[in-house]
């Protein structure tokens, strides 16, 4: 008795090909008669007669393999012929056949340009796709942001105090780091030009600016993005998954109240605390270099941000906080109802989430400085 599956192929002339199919085609012998299909293929228009009168032994895995042989060989406009079938056979390959993928057999393109237009096709239509979902879920979104501030009731604060602690709270650390070691770094970078002019107080100026009203903010949304948006992505995922979602709104809870905006408003709220401490951290390490450095004393510093710097400047890194708190909210939970039932969109989409939310803090932070600019402020 042959166990091992193989085929006969009895070619009668250029494009009739008999396929003779033996031995026990189950899922013990998947990888097998996975091996011994693949090749098999044809020109346009050929005929091929399958045989299954040899096959001893078989199961749905084994039949599953030979309906994608059967159907990619169709892709080619190859006419395929069944003979031989038992039928204990004929009735599984009919129920597998009702319930085989409907997606066409895609037979890949041996032509680069081809290949190269076909996948920028399919890019594009993703972009359009998800772009018209992210639309659609920014627009719920601030329909149930309205509901809720209409009904401020319904804000469920303890989840909301909950995602400020750890998606503020628990960032201070890195944030102190981060901020302390910019400080540190434009002022000593100002000092070393600066420092060739005579002009050792505009350092108070440099530092002082470019924290408040730029990096301070981006830096620590950059951090909170990479932080909060993955968590939110994988918190949502990971509930898709285990069908939580699906559970609560068959109870009656709006998904909204629960898992999307107390992220919202819990981001909206913490990152402005969030960027106070990171321009005072940032200020702080300028000064250091600027008294180590420069002997421009804590006193001389302090003195010099009042008389010259304005307060439009720290009230813009402010303004922006909240804004892009809503970014990298909006995005995280987006992009964790994209999850789908498998482990591995979960790492898929984490990682999407990261840089969308980063990159569209970066985009928002450049377009925020050209109006503010363009106004004069």
């Given at each position: 008795m042959q166990n091992t599956p193989f085929l006969h192929i009895a070619q009668t002339n250029s494009t009739t090909f008999d396929i003779t199919l033996c031995g026990i085609w189950t899922r013990d012998s998947i990888a097998t008669i996975d091996k011994i299909l693949k090749p098999l293929t044809g020109k346009p228009h050929s005929?091929?007669?399958?045989?299954?009168?040899?096959?001893?032994?078989?199961?749905?895995?084994?039949i599953m393999l030979i309906l994608h042989t059967i159907k990619r060989l169709e892709s080619l406009t190859c006419t395929v012929e069944r003979i031989g079938q038992s039928v204990h056979f004929s009735k599984l390959l009919t129920i597998c056949e009702a319930h085989f993928p409907n997606e066409p057999i895609i037979v890949k393109n041996h032509f680069f340009l081809l290949d190269y237009l076909e996948n920028t096709g399919k890019t594009v239509i993703e972009g359009y796709k998800t772009l018209t979902s992210f639309f659609s879920f920014t627009g719920e979104l601030a329909h149930a942001v309205a509901e809720v501030l209409f009904?401020?009731?319904?804000?469920?604060?303890?989840?909301?105090?909950?995602?400020?602690?750890?998606?503020?709270?628990?960032?201070?650390?890195?944030?102190?780091?981060?901020?302390?070691?910019?400080?540190?770094?434009?002022?000593?970078?100002?000092?070393?030009?600066?420092?060739?002019?005579?002009?050792?107080?505009?350092?108070?100026?440099?530092?002082?600016?470019?924290?408040?009203?730029?990096?301070?903010?981006?830096?620590?949304?950059?951090?909170?993005?990479?932080?909060?948006?993955?968590?939110?992505?994988?918190?949502?995922?990971?509930?898709?998954?285990?069908?939580?979602?699906?559970?609560?709104?068959?109870?009656?809870?709006?998904?909204?109240?629960?898992?999307?905006?107390?992220?919202?408003?819990?981001?909206?709220?913490?990152?402005?605390?969030?960027?106070?401490?990171?321009?005072?951290?940032?200020?702080?390490?300028?000064?250091?270099?600027?008294?180590?450095?420069?002997?421009?004393?804590?006193?001389?510093?302090?003195?010099?941000?009042?008389?010259?710097?304005?307060l439009k400047h720290f009230i813009i890194g402010l303004v922006k906080a909240p804004i892009f708190g809503a970014i990298i909210a909006t995005i995280g939970c987006f992009r964790?109802?994209?999850?789908?039932?498998?482990?591995?969109?979960?790492?898929?989409?984490?990682?999407?989430?990261?840089?969308?939310?980063?990159?569209?803090?970066?985009?928002?932070?450049?377009?925020?400085?050209?109006?503010?600019?363009?106004?004069?402020?």
């Amino acid at each position: 008795m042959q166990n091992t599956p193989f085929l006969h192929i009895a070619q009668t002339n250029s494009t009739t090909f008999d396929i003779t199919l033996c031995g026990i085609w189950t899922r013990d012998s998947i990888a097998t008669i996975d091996k011994i299909l693949k090749p098999l293929t044809g020109k346009p228009h050929s005929l091929f007669r399958f045989n299954f009168t040899a096959i001893e032994d078989f199961d749905t895995h084994g039949i599953m393999l030979i309906l994608h042989t059967i159907k990619r060989l169709e892709s080619l406009t190859c006419t395929v012929e069944r003979i031989g079938q038992s039928v204990h056979f004929s009735k599984l390959l009919t129920i597998c056949e009702a319930h085989f993928p409907n997606e066409p057999i895609i037979v890949k393109n041996h032509f680069f340009l081809l290949d190269y237009l076909e996948n920028t096709g399919k890019t594009v239509i993703e972009g359009y796709k998800t772009l018209t979902s992210f639309f659609s879920f920014t627009g719920e979104l601030a329909h149930a942001v309205a509901e809720v501030l209409f009904k401020p009731a319904r804000i469920r604060i303890k989840a909301m105090l909950y995602h400020i602690e750890h998606s503020g709270a628990s960032a201070i650390p890195i944030i102190f780091l981060t901020s302390f070691l910019i400080g540190i770094v434009i002022a000593y970078q100002g000092a070393t030009q600066l420092e060739k002019f005579g002009a050792n107080i505009f350092i108070v100026e440099m530092v002082t600016i470019s924290a408040l009203r730029e990096l301070a903010p981006l830096l620590t949304a950059i951090v909170v993005a990479g932080r909060s948006s993955s968590a939110y992505t994988a918190q949502i995922g990971v509930m898709k998954i285990t069908d939580e979602v699906d559970a609560m709104s068959a109870m009656g809870f709006s998904p909204w109240d629960f898992l999307v905006i107390p992220r919202l408003f819990a981001l909206i709220i913490a990152l402005p605390l969030l960027v106070l401490f990171a321009d005072i951290i940032s200020v702080f390490g300028g000064m250091v270099i600027a008294t180590t450095k420069l002997d421009v004393s804590f006193t001389e510093f302090i003195d010099r941000i009042a008389e010259t710097v304005a307060l439009k400047h720290f009230i813009i890194g402010l303004v922006k906080a909240p804004i892009f708190g809503a970014i990298i909210a909006t995005i995280g939970c987006f992009r964790g109802f994209q999850i789908d039932s498998s482990t591995e969109s979960v790492g898929k989409y984490t990682t999407i989430s990261v840089v969308n939310a980063i990159f569209w803090v970066i985009a928002m932070d450049a377009i925020i400085s050209v109006f503010l600019t363009e106004l004069g402020l």
